[in-house]
């Protein structure tokens, strides 16, 4: 079946380097992509998206990149800090649905 | 700010209860979810509503059913709670078929 998920379950990284976590989706049809992160006893909140007519999308300190070719999608966190320390969560939209597919997560550490 | 209220952040119910989670959204949106989050499976969509009295089914519905008598207000019902239906359930509203989902909370489950 169509599935989004990720390449690491954890990640740990250094406060101040860049963190880049990765995803991988395998529905072609899927036109619009979600980063969402989600914080201890919180519910997913909303970090930066992207449609497939664009490849990259820039927000405040995080940048999403999309390959359609490779069907990837990642996520880049300039000058990490104990801030963004949370799960994040993949997620593809789309085909004419309202259903939003989420990958399984990956867990950001930052070590101070 | 945009507001998805979940009226329980914990519950604990015993096998063959009958479980009512309710959800309530302050932003007019059209739309309605109710997700489960268990570790390692990202969020799975167990129904959603697009309209007041309207609803369709998820990818795991079984065991569950939902109401939406008004716009605002979308409830998850469990007839018979089962161990297997110990989690965390996560309800979200948006306001257009694709876009960013608004996320509650969270309410924790655990069925003994």
């Known amino acids: 079946g169509e599935s989004v998920g990720l390449h690491l379950p954890t990640l740990s990284v250094q406060e101040g380097d860049n963190s880049i976590i990765n995803c991988a989706y395998s529905n072609s049809a899927s036109d619009y992509f979600i980063w969402y992160k989600q914080e201890s006893g919180k519910g997913p909140q909303f970090i930066i998206d992207i449609r497939s007519n664009m490849d990259k999308r820039q927000g405040q300190r995080v940048t999403v990149l999309l390959n359609k070719t490779v069907k990837h999608l990642s996520l880049q966190i300039a000058a990490t800090q104990p801030g963004d320390s949370a799960v994040y969560f993949c997620?593809?939209?789309?085909?004419?649905?309202?259903?939003?597919?989420f990958g399984a997560g990956t867990r950001l550490f930052v070590k101070a | 700010d945009v507001k998805v209220t979940q009226s329980s952040r914990y519950l604990v119910k015993r096998t063959g209860e009958k479980v009512f989670l309710e959800c309530v959204q302050d932003?007019?949106?059209?739309?309605m979810f109710w997700y489960r989050q268990d570790p390692g499976l990202g969020l799975r969509l167990i129904y959603f509503s697009y309209d007041v009295k309207m609803k369709e089914k998820g990818d795991i519905p079984e065991g569950y059913s939902v109401s939406r008598e008004k716009k605002e207000r979308f409830s998850l019902i469990l007839e018979s709670a089962s161990t297997n239906q110990t989690s965390m359930y996560l309800c979200?509203?948006?306001?257009?078929?694709?876009?960013?989902?608004?996320f509650g909370e969270g309410s924790r489950l655990t069925v003994l």
């Open positions: 997620a593809e939209n789309g085909a004419g649905g309202f259903k939003t597919i």
């Open positions: 979200a509203s948006n306001p257009s078929e694709t876009g960013e989902l608004f």
């Open positions: 932003m007019d949106h059209e739309n």
